[in-house]
């Protein structure tokens, strides 16, 4: 689904990605898990487009996205939740929803969206920032299932969020793979990685340092948390 | 009074029409247009010499020069304003600053600085009884029109998909490029689109006050005033101030007309004091 | 030093010269540097650009052609160069461009200067650098007065003369109870307080002057203003100049005011502004004027051959440019030398007559010069036969009433 080959990204004179290589299979859940500043954040803008001094490749099922602007990559099936969740304070809940074009041949209807997240339905028509921390998480990424996405960029959808609606937000990874969704997530909750997640990748230093699998990442779930300084 | 407030109204009016182009262009550009009284002033000077060179009257000028005008604007987005976005904002303010002192001296070399001549419509040359009070058709004409425009542009902002797209480029362009909305295809006709209604503002200037190069630039700083109070960036809290500013600014000049010319600044600095953001903008929109 | 003891050793030289030789002849020895320099100081990008601007310049240059042809080879000055600068309106600049003017590019005289507080600043160079400035633009009466200097002369107009034109002939003409607006700085505050005197001493009162934003385009709260004042005035009297001017004027034909028995007196009126609104929003309204160009053939046929050379009718201003510099020249002949001590004396207490000013006295206690004036009206356009053909001349204000006593309150 998505290739990322040497994958090198600087924010000045620093570099913060260091030819980094990974590959995420088509319906599959894949974590980047990492300290605080290893480039996981970053390592998703540039698949998303958003991060100018790149060098490396990409591309989605085949399609070479290094050239291309960000609505574009879009458009061939990528959605992006964002860290801080990006919802509009000028668009209603509901604006909010229709805002991106449907990209992918089986979206998320409405009645779906509304069904799986009816809190969203009840607040439709209120300003998106109204919306309690939980509510616009739900928001980001009732989004991006609007439109189909094939690959779904996730960026610590469960941080500062109570353990309940962690939960909620599991169930809703693992309803959106089984409809065949890719995603590729950004997680220091190794618990919460390990429950929804195929395969790990560890970054440090903006670095691939290893690949894991839910059996490791289990085996060495202590040395991971002391990685993690958490 | 009430006639004096109605009065301060119609000033709002140019304000207001002023403001909402300047806080469009600024959300959706994040630049701060300094040629907008330019544009103002061409807009006079287009109904001027359509009628005085082609025999082209006030209601036919009233929609060929906003819509020239308009695509003037959007030709200038796309050969020289685009080239600084991602600069710093500093290089968008001598861009326009540099635009509004050439497009001035560009009149002033073929016009001269004396003021032109422009009749009113003969349609509006009467007074209308207002029930308290006469008034001058034309200046009524001039609020009802640039209320319907404002009503208009706020309805076009709030209820439809453009609106909507424009309301998210203005508030998150970079995630609103990433969930695949082309934004910069939107920033030409937006950019042209405030022009206009510079434009359009000039026409209904035309009859009531002196055409000259220099007109625009003594208003304009009275419209940046209006637009950091009613919020930089926010196009309902620049209308609302656009009229306040006429309502405060009428009755300041009748009451204490040793401060009409600072007042309105005054009144900016007391709101910037209490709500650094303006009337209506959003604090973190400032950041 | 070394310049100036060479120029008095010129000066000299020329005045034994012309002692022995009979006359002034065409000789250059008497004329510093080398030839007479005039350089016209006025705005030349800014409001006062069109009616006076790079025109009056152009004037200059038929001063000197004029002169040139009336003295031939028997001209003082043979070497006379036109030199201008734009000071844009802004005092500083003003100041500046005048110290250029005098120590670089050598003039020998300034002329124009628009705009009371740039006069001022360049008057104060003058006195510092002795060196001779005769103002044209500015209409402050502080030049010939607490400000005034041995190198400084006024030329054309001032606020007394234009407020005892029109404010006393209005007043006394039947409009008793006045309502002035004027805009907020200087030249407004100057000519509030002498219309307000004027009106005074001819018998009216005023109910209320109100000062406005300057520059201003919106005037609608004064004009919704005066119906209801009380008493209700019958004249407004308006003060603005330039775009203001045509501003207020445009909204008081809006509001109709005339419709409600307010008359409109204007304070500073130029023939450019009359243009800019067209006559019919003027009609009737009387002011005064330093000169008119179609006021008698000797105006016209130099209105004529300034038109040749601009393409436009003069405004006063481009007369009195003319008028200012002619005179100089004249000053210059009668002296025999450029040299200003020499010059002023020359100046101080002429009396002339040229096409600008009639009756004309240079007055020596505080150089003013004393001119007729015309109190003027502007013609519907059925009475225009031809452009700019605006103006109907009601009298002539004499020279000696014209322009306030002196007062004493100017030490040389």
């Known amino acids: ?230 | 009074m009430i006639e004096q407030a109605f009065n301060g109204l119609v000033g709002g009016a140019f304000y207001a029409l002023l403001a909402l182009g300047l806080a469009v262009i600024f959300g959706m550009l994040g630049v701060v247009n300094f040629a907008h009284g330019a544009f103002y002033m061409l807009g006079a000077f287009g109904a001027f010499i359509l009628l005085d060179s082609f025999g082209i009257g006030f209601w036919a000028a009233l929609v060929i020069v906003p819509v020239l005008l308009g695509l003037v604007g959007m030709a200038l987005e796309r050969l020289l304003i685009r080239r600084l976005s991602g600069l710093d904002p500093l290089y968008g303010f001598l861009l326009t600053f540099g635009l509004a002192l050439i497009l001035q001296d560009l009149v002033r070399r073929q016009y001269g600085v004396q003021s032109q001549q422009y009749a009113r419509p003969e349609l509006l040359g009467g007074t209308l009884n207002l029930g308290l009070f006469d008034y001058p058709a034309y200046q009524v004409f001039v609020l009802a029109l640039s209320a319907v425009v404002c009503g208009a542009v706020w309805l076009l902002l709030t209820r439809t998909k453009i609106g909507m797209i424009v309301r998210a480029s203005t508030e998150k362009p970079e995630l609103t490029r990433a969930l695949g909305i082309d934004v910069s295809r939107w920033v030409t006709p937006v950019f042209g689109f405030g022009i206009a209604l510079a434009g359009l503002a000039g026409v209904l200037a035309a009859p009531m006050r002196a055409i000259n190069p220099l007109m625009g630039g003594d208003l304009i700083i009275v419209v940046f005033a209006v637009v950091v109070i009613g919020g930089l960036g926010s196009v309902f809290g620049s209308v609302a101030a656009g009229f306040l500013i006429g309502l405060v600014s009428a009755l300041g000049n009748l009451y204490v007309p040793a401060l009409s010319q600072t007042l309105v600044f005054i009144l900016m600095a007391a709101v910037l004091l209490w709500r650094p953001a303006g009337l209506f903008g959003r604090q973190e929109g400032l950041t | ?412």
């Not at chain 1, 040497?6 to 898990?33: D, K």
């Not at chain 1, 990209?103 to 997240?117: K, Q, R, V």
């Not at chain 3, 050598?106 to 160079?125: E, K």
Request: aromatic fraction near 8%.
């Open chain 3, 1 to 412: 030093m070394k310049a100036k003891g060479l120029s008095i050793a010129v000066v000299t030289a020329g005045a034994l010269l012309a002692g022995c030789g009979g006359g002034p002849g065409g000789g250059g020895g008497k004329i510093s540097d080398g030839g007479v320099t005039l350089a016209v100081l006025n705005d030349q990008s800014a409001v006062y650009a069109d009616l006076s601007g790079k025109n009056s310049v152009t004037a200059v240059e038929m001063a000197v052609a004029d002169y040139k042809a009336k003295y031939g080879d028997k001209a003082v000055a043979d070497k006379i160069e036109v030199i201008s600068a734009d000071h844009q309106n802004k005092p500083d600049l003003a100041n500046s461009k005048a110290q250029e003017l005098y120590d670089r590019r050598r003039a020998d005289v300034i002329l124009d200067v628009p705009s009371s507080a740039a006069a001022l600043a360049v008057a104060t160079q003058a006195k510092a650098k002795k060196k001779i400035f005769i103002d044209i633009g500015a209409a402050t009466t502080e030049l010939e007065g607490k400000q005034c200097n041995k190198y400084t002369f006024h030329y054309g107009y001032n606020t007394y003369m234009l407020a005892n034109g029109t404010g006393s002939t209005v007043t006394a003409d039947g409009a008793k109870t006045w309502y002035i607006v004027y805009p907020d700085y200087a030249f407004g505050q100057d000519m509030n307080k002498s219309f307000t005197a004027a009106i005074q001493k001819a018998g009216g009162t005023v109910v209320r002057s109100d000062p406005t934003p300057f520059p201003n385009d919106n005037f609608s709260t004064f004009l919704l203003k005066a119906p209801n004042l009380n008493p209700k005035p019958q004249v407004l009297g308006t003060m603005q100049a330039g775009g203001d001017l045509v501003n207020l004027v445009k909204q008081y034909n809006e509001y109709k005011l005339q419709d409600k028995g307010i008359d409109l007196a204007v304070g500073l009126m130029f023939i450019t502004d009359i243009h800019s609104l067209g006559p019919d929003a003027l009609a009737g309204t009387t002011f005064t004027d330093p000169w008119y160009w179609n006021a008698n053939q000797q105006n016209r046929a130099w209105a004529d051959k300034f038109m040749a050379k601009t393409g436009t009718r003069p405004s006063f201003a481009h007369a009195a440019n003319y008028s200012a510099a002619l005179q100089y020249l004249e000053a210059v002949q009668r002296a025999g030398t450029d040299d200003a001590d020499a010059v002023v004396k020359e100046l101080e207490g002429h009396t002339f007559n040229d096409v600008f000013a009639d009756n004309a006295t240079i007055r020596a206690e505080d150089h003013l010069l004393l001119h007729d004036v015309e109190l003027a009206q502007v013609k519907p356009s059925s009475e225009v036969k031809e452009p700019w053909d605006y103006e109907k001349i009601l009298k002539t204000i004499p020279a000696e009433q014209a322009f306030q006593p002196a007062d004493g309150s100017c030490r040389l």
């Open chain 1, 1 to 230: 689904m998505l290739t990322v080959e040497n994958l090198s990204a600087w924010y000045g004179e620093a570099q913060v990605l260091r030819e980094v290589s990974l590959q995420v299979a088509e319906g599959e859940i894949v974590t980047l898990v990492g300290r605080n500043g290893a480039g996981k954040t970053t390592l998703l803008r540039c698949v998303m487009g958003l991060h100018a001094r790149v060098g490396g490749a990409m591309s989605l099922r085949g399609a070479d996205l290094t050239a291309l602007p960000p609505h574009r990559r879009a458009r061939l099936g990528i959605g992006w939740v964002p860290d801080d969740r990006g919802v509009y304070a000028t668009l209603s809940v509901e604006e909010n929803l229709l805002l991106p074009p449907v990209t992918g041949p089986e979206p998320w209807s409405m009645e779906e969206i509304y069904a799986a997240f009816p809190r969203l339905k009840e607040r439709r028509r209120s300003p998106g920032t109204r919306l309690s921390g939980g509510e616009q998480q739900m928001l980001a990424m009732a989004r991006v299932l609007r439109t189909g996405s094939r690959l779904l960029l996730c960026d610590e959808p469960t941080e500062g969020l109570a353990p309940v609606i962690v939960e909620q937000i599991g169930d809703i990874l693992r309803q959106v793979k089984d409809r065949g969704v890719t995603v590729l997530l950004v997680e220091q909750n190794v618990h919460f990685a390990a429950s929804v997640a195929d395969r790990h990748y560890l970054l440090a230093e903006g670095r691939v340092v290893d690949a894991l699998d839910n059996a490791e990442v289990r085996a060495r779930q202590d040395e991971l948390l002391e990685h993690l300084g958490i």
